[in-house]
């Protein structure tokens, strides 16, 4: 089955404690992101990759990290996690750029206290 | 910049009503794609539909159906005699060609539909 997987599907953490939400997808896709949403502001794009080893910034990067060492694989990293990071982080997928429709994950739900 | 703006925050219809949902972008470009995606209650986000800035026929899949306006940078979303499973948040979002691998979503408009 076609699927983009996210884990862990829930997690509580401290402040400043690092963390890696994993992405993979069995597709074979170009392109992936990571999302995060919160109340009022819909998704708001935090880290793209247009093929291995090529990521960008999206429009909320600061306190993130990502790397695309293969394709499947997308992991979103948080560094030293703060409250305002709590939210709802989806990663998606396409086949490539711009006119693709992109599938999501079934989101992280990342509470930092 | 860009932008999307979904300013419907909430929309209550009864069941069988139409509802239509409107999203206004802004953007530069001349090349450019619109989605719409749906977010039912449990959380997952599926995509309805894509266009791309050269094709502003209208599309209709059963119930739904898209408008989009160039000349009003709108792309609006309706959905025909509604039903409770169309209860949703919905999504618009704009794709640029010359930032490719951007994304810009809208806040997203929360569909309530009652028997």
């Known amino acids: 089955e076609a699927q983009v997987t996210q884990n862990p599907r829930y997690l509580i953490t401290v402040t400043g404690k690092k963390l890696t939400v994993t992405c993979s997808q069995n597709?074979?896709?170009?392109?992936m992101s990571w999302y995060r949403q919160d109340p009022g502001l819909g998704l708001r794009q935090i880290y793209y990759s247009m093929n291995v080893e090529v990521t960008d910034k999206g429009d909320v990067p600061e306190g993130y990290k990502v790397s695309r060492k293969e394709k499947r694989n997308f992991p979103l990293i948080l560094e030293s996690p703060s409250p305002n990071q709590t939210s709802l982080y989806f990663c998606a997928s396409s086949l490539s750029l711009a006119g693709y429709e992109q599938y999501f994950g079934p989101g992280t739900r990342l509470t930092v206290t | 910049a860009q932008k999307v703006t979904q300013a419907q925050t909430e929309i209550s219809v009864v069941e069988k009503e139409d509802v239509t949902l409107d999203c206004v972008y802004e953007?530069?470009?001349?090349?450019?794609?619109l989605f719409w995606y749906k977010q039912p209650p449990s959380g997952e986000l599926v995509f309805l539909i894509r266009?791309?800035?050269?094709?502003?026929q209208n599309e209709i899949s059963g119930r739904y159906s898209w408008n989009f306006q160039k000349s009003t940078s709108s792309f609006n979303f309706t959905i025909t005699a509604s039903q409770v499973v169309d209860s949703a948040v919905y999504f618009c979002a704009l794709s640029l060609t010359d930032s490719w691998g951007k994304f810009q979503f809208g806040a997203g408009t929360q569909v309530v539909v009652t028997p």
């Open positions: 953007t530069r470009d001349t090349t450019y794609y």
């Open positions: 597709m074979n896709h170009e392109y």
């Open positions: 266009r791309n800035s050269f094709d502003e």
